[in-house]
Each structure stands twice: as structure tokens, then as C-alpha cells.
């Protein structure tokens, strides 16, 4: 075990801190960007499926869902391209699997179909696999869950698919719109199912209406309404956890907007965007408003047209639960599609507190990842990402728990001491190995752990570099260098001083210092050692 040492008895770090300032402790970067290779066509939606590891689905705007496999399209699954209206923002616009889709078999596709208007029909329908497969549908067995509905024009069609922890079906729809030509009022009209956020129990005999829903068994309003007042929630996400629903809603001329609606709703009522009486937080003017209203569910973010976010198309998101990456754990992902800068917001069911993280989400080399359209997380716990005109496929992968770095001067071996790190990264586990080699025999030696990372040679009169910043902690280990000047130290994390307060997703930096004669009476260090915590 590792035991803390009194720092009565040891003061000759006291000067380090006038050496570098406290620093300000960023969010660690624990993870980076992976392409895995490239679909077909202009993507619109990627997901899993329940029982299904290997593969994911990525659907298309012509009207293909394709299996992604080993960095390219396996297989084509299902082929509506001759039934799809692709025209504007038409097309395959939604992709989800049912939750008991390893025994049912059963997806759902939110699409528009051709037809004479020119304008395109909004359908949402059910298929199901051939017997035995999770490669391809069976195309014979298409179930109509909503519509169609006619539509006016080709723009504004909204179309995420979500199942939320509640096994409903929920859909996003734009007000159907063309830009802003016809400034349609659809989205505050509870009787026209556009600029809404829907909800279906698929369980329930058509048409699908769940119990609970605000308006179920309303003979003026839409039965199918969960919330209104949506210009174009192009991508839309339901919390596994809470049931939250967080809309991303595509903006006119000056905000996109991220809108959170809770898991339940009053009978009679339900949550109101604001659109078209405003758009973010400001009032439009528009015929028939009452702006502000208290009825208005504020945006728990808002991205400016204007400098300095310069944004034009939001698409959002996902929050992340049971994932890969510790520092992403419970926080909601979101991008603009046109500038190509990424956000996410720590506790988005709070505080909602965003941070960019543009410069983690860049490819190797810095080339940015441009237009993702969608977001997904795996059975591996990893978020998946589909940039939607290249049809390039991405992975948030998990950097390497482990790191050495900073380097150690020439010691009195002739030599220089070494520091490794082992074991598990997890706090749970309690299994961390710390491996110091190289050092003087039998010397007397102090453990050194901060947050930061520093680069101080001579130290305190020290022939070796500090790869530390403040704030230090000191540890003695349990043992000294052996005759090969070699000291493995386990520990299980349970005896920290009460100072030093781990946490997963938090990265710790370690070294040794150790007393030498190099000549004369000194002292050296090892190099520096890093290790990511996981839960």
C-alpha cells in the first residue's frame, strides 16, 4: 500500500509553488476521433440495433438503409428509393430499431413519399427483417404507423426517430415550410401535426395513440402532439435515463435553439417552443402571438447567426449513459452542421453548462470533421458520428489509459530513473501498479502526484526535472529501491490523504524523487507517468 507522508517531515518542495501559478484544471482529454470509413449516398440517420454488436445501420435521404461493417457498406438492408420523394428536404429522413427487435425483428422509417403535389407525403412505417436475417428487410412487410400526411412544401420535414425509456415512439417534424416564403403559423396550431414533436405507442392498436398523450381522445386537437412550436427539429434525442426530450431546432435568421421537454406533461397541455411567435429567446412579431408568454418553454442553449458563433444549422445530439469516455458521461453532444464546430453541455438536464470541444473533435493531423447529421451510441458504450455529405462514418475512441512523458536525468547509475503505470485504471478495480526502475539502490525516495503537467529541470537544486505543476502531493512509498534499484508499489486507492480526491475521467500525473550522490549529496527524479482514471 501507499501511505501518505506527513509534510512536517519533508519541506523541500515548499519553493515549487513559486515556481508555476495553480493552474486552471480544463476537462481532460480522454478520447479522440476515429474514422472508420465511408458509407453511400447523403446520410441522414446511423443507429444500432438491440443484440446486433458488430454492425450498425446507416440510413440514406434517396431511400437506402445500408449495414456498416468493418469500415464500409456490408449489405444493402432496405430499398425505397423507388417510393421516396428526395426532392429539398425531403427523403429518408428517420431510422430506429424496436426495442425488442431481437426477438421481434421489427424498424421503423420516417420518409416522404411521392406524390402528386410534388411536395411529398410524410409516412412513418414499421418493417421487419427476413427470417434469420439482420442484414436485409423484408420489403413486402411495410406497416403503416402515421400518415400520410400531405404536405405543402418540400421544406421543413423535421424526421428523427427516437424510442424513448418510456417504449414510446416519438417523432420530431418540422412546420413544413419552405424557408421563409410562407411564414407557415403550423407549429402553434395543435390541430396540424407540423412543427411538433409526436408521440406513438406502437404496442397500441392504430392509430397509435398512447393513454398519457396531452391530447389523447381530443376530437379538435392532434391526439399524436407531445409539444409545439418547432421550426424544423431536424434531429431530436430522448434521455435513456430521465425521458427527456432535447429537440434541436434549426433557425431562420438568427438563433438555433436546443429545446428540453420533460419526460411527463399536464393532461390538456403541452410544452410550447415559442415558434414562429419567436425564435431563441426573441420575439418575432408574428400575427396571432402573445410574445413573451409564460407558455414559452425557454432554450437551454442558443447558437447566434452572428459572430461570434457565425452558426446556421444546428444538429443535435445525444446524451451520453453507460459510456466509453468518463468525461463525456451525462452530458448532451451537439454540432453546426455549417461552421463545424462541436459543443457539449454538462448536465443538460440542469444547469446546462456548454463547453466547445472543437479541438478534441478534429481528425488526425487537425482536419476537421465536417457536417455530422447524426449522432448514436454502440453496445460498446462509444458514440458513433455520420457526416452527411462525405458519408464518412466516426468513433469517439478512448485515448490509452497509460502514458510516460517529460524526460529524467543522468542519476549516479550512470543511468536514468524510470517510471511506469500498470494494473487497472479503474477506481473500482483498486489494482494500480506503479513500477519505478533505474534508480540508486536502497534510496531514499518520495511519490509525487498532481492534475498538471510540468517541465522545471534543477529543481530546488535538484540535478533532475519536475514534471509536475502545483498543486504536488507527496506519497512515500512502501519501500525504498531495492539493491537493483527497483520499487513496485500496489495500491488499491484506499488509503489517499484526504488532500487528494480522485475521480473518474480525471487524468493524475506521478514521478519519483529520490536522494542521490552525483558527486556530491543531491537529488534526481524520474521521468513523469500519467494515468486516465476510469469508474
Known amino acids: 500500500m501507499i501511505r501518505f507522508l506527513d509534510t512536517r517531515l519533508v519541506p523541500l518542495i515548499a519553493a515549487l509553488a513559486v515556481a508555476c501559478p495553480d493552474p486552471a484544471f480544463a476537462s481532460d482529454r480522454d478520447y479522440e476521433p476515429v474514422r472508420l470509413g465511408r458509407a453511400n449516398g447523403r446520410l441522414t440517420a446511423i443507429e444500432f440495433a438491440p443484440g446486433v454488436s458488430d454492425q450498425l445501420y446507416v440510413a440514406s435521404k434517396s431511400g437506402r438503409v445500408y449495414a456498416f461493417r468493418n469500415g464500409g457498406i456490408s449489405s444493402t438492408v432496405l430499398d425505397l428509393t423507388s417510393q421516396v420523394l428526395e426532392a429539398g428536404e425531403s427523403g429518408l429522413l428517420g431510422l430506429t430499431f424496436d426495442p425488442d427487435f431481437e426477438t421481434n425483428r421489427h424498424f421503423y422509417v420516417a420518409y416522404t413519399q411521392d406524390s402528386p403535389s410534388g411536395a411529398g407525403d410524410s409516412v412513418i412505417s414499421r418493417f421487419t427483417m427476413l427470417p434469420g436475417s439482420v442484414d436485409q428487410a423484408d420489403p413486402a412487410s411495410e406497416v403503416l404507423i402515421w400518415g400520410p400526411f400531405l404536405q405543402q412544401t418540400t421544406g421543413h420535414k423535421g424526421g428523427d426517430l427516437e424510442f424513448g425509456p418510456d417504449g414510446m415512439l416519438y417523432h420530431s417534424i418540422g412546420d413544413g415550410d419552405a424557408g421563409n416564403s410562407g411564414n407557415l403559423p403550423t407549429?402553434?396550431?395543435?390541430?396540424?401535426?407540423?412543427?411538433?414533436?409526436?408521440?406513438f405507442d406502437v404496442r397500441a392498436p392504430y392509430p397509435h395513440v398512447p393513454a398519457d398523450n396531452p391530447f389523447a381522445g381530443s376530437t379538435t386537437e392532434n391526439e399524436h402532439v407531445w409539444a409545439y412550436g418547432f421550426r424544423n427539429g431536424f434531429r431530436m434525442e430522448v434521455d435513456s435515463l430521465t425521458g427527456n426530450v432535447f429537440v434541436a431546432d434549426v433557425g431562420s435568421n438568427q438563433w438555433e435553439e436546443i429545446t428540453r421537454l420533460p419526460a411527463t406533461v399536464t393532461p390538456g397541455a403541452a410544452p410550447f417552443a415559442g415558434w414562429p411567435c419567436r425564435e431563441g429567446d426573441e420575439c418575432r412579431n408574428f400575427q396571432g402571438c402573445s410574445c413573451p408568454s409564460p407558455l414559452f418553454v425557454d432554450p437551454i442553449h442558443s447558437l447566434a447567426h452572428a459572430a461570434p458563433d457565425n452558426a446556421c444549422a444546428i444538429m443535435g445530439g445525444i446524451v451520453v449513459r453507460g459510456g466509453a469516455i468518463p468525461s463525456l458521461e451525462g452530458t448532451y453532444l451537439f454540432n453546426d452542421f455549417c461552421t463545424g464546430r462541436f459543443y457539449r453541455i454538462d448536465d443538460p438536464n440542469g444547469s446546462a453548462t456548454v463547453v466547445e470541444i472543437t479541438d478534441v473533435l478534429s481528425a488526425s493531423g487537425g482536419a476537421p470533421i465536417n457536417f455530422v447529421?447524426?449522432?448514436?451510441?454502440?453496445?460498446?458504450?462509444?458514440?458513433?458520428?455520420?457526416?452527411?455529405?462525405?458519408?464518412?462514418?466516426?468513433?469517439?475512441?478512448?485515448?490509452?489509459?497509460?502514458?510516460?512523458?517529460?524526460?529524467?536525468a543522468v542519476n549516479s547509475t550512470g543511468g536514468v530513473g524510470s517510471i511506469s503505470l500498470g494494473g487497472s485504471p479503474s477506481i473500482a478495480d483498486g489494482n494500480l501498479r506503479i513500477e519505478v526502475?533505474?534508480?540508486?539502490?536502497?534510496?531514499?525516495?518520495?511519490?509525487?502526484l498532481s492534475?498538471?503537467?510540468?517541465?522545471?529541470?534543477?529543481?530546488?537544486?535538484?540535478?533532475?526535472?519536475?514534471?509536475?505543476?502545483?498543486?504536488?502531493?507527496?506519497?512515500?512509498?512502501?519501500?525504498?529501491?531495492?539493491?537493483?534499484?527497483?520499487?513496485?508499489?500496489?495500491?488499491?486507492?484506499?488509503?489517499l490523504p484526504s488532500l487528494i480526491q480522485i475521480a473518474a475521467g480525471e487524468t493524475w500525473n506521478f514521478q519519483f524523487w529520490f536522494r542521490d550522490a552525483n558527486p556530491q549529496p543531491t537529488s534526481n527524479t524520474t521521468n513523469g507517468a500519467s494515468v486516465l482514471f476510469m469508474p
Do not use: H
Request: charged share 15%; net charge negative.
Open 437 to 448: 526502475t533505474n534508480a540508486p539502490a536502497n534510496a531514499f525516495g518520495l511519490m509525487l
Open 373 to 408: 447529421c447524426d449522432y448514436t451510441q454502440g453496445p460498446d458504450g462509444k458514440v458513433y458520428l455520420a457526416a452527411c455529405y462525405s458519408a464518412d462514418i466516426w468513433v469517439l475512441e478512448p485515448l490509452n489509459n497509460f502514458e510516460t512523458y517529460c524526460s529524467s
Open 451 to 495: 492534475r498538471s503537467r510540468g517541465s522545471v529541470p534543477n529543481f530546488g537544486q535538484s540535478q533532475g526535472t519536475l514534471c509536475l505543476s502545483p498543486p504536488i502531493y507527496r506519497w512515500a512509498p512502501g519501500g525504498v529501491p531495492n539493491s537493483s534499484g527497483d520499487l513496485t508499489v500496489q495500491t488499491d486507492l484506499s488509503d
Open 187 to 199: 407549429a402553434m396550431d395543435l390541430s396540424d401535426p407540423r412543427g411538433k414533436v409526436l408521440r
